[in-house]
């Protein structure tokens, strides 16, 4: 007859292993996330440096 402990320790080995992959897949998706936020951080930038260089050129034209 099995024991309580190791029918316990059974169960949270079993509960563990799916929480143990969506952790990992988890810091996947985080990794991944930051990657895509610098690079639309990145796009944002050049596009206001692109647009604060436009302004400055039209307002040194003269009229």
Known sequence: ???VVGLLEQRELTARRPLDELREEADRIQAE???AEREWD???IA???RRS???RRRQRRPP
Do not use: D, K, Q, T
């Open 1 to 3: 007859m099995p024991s």
């Open 33 to 35: 996330l930051v990657v």
């Open 42 to 44: 990145e796009g944002v």
């Open 47 to 49: 596009r206001v440096r």
């Open 53 to 55: 260089r436009g302004c």
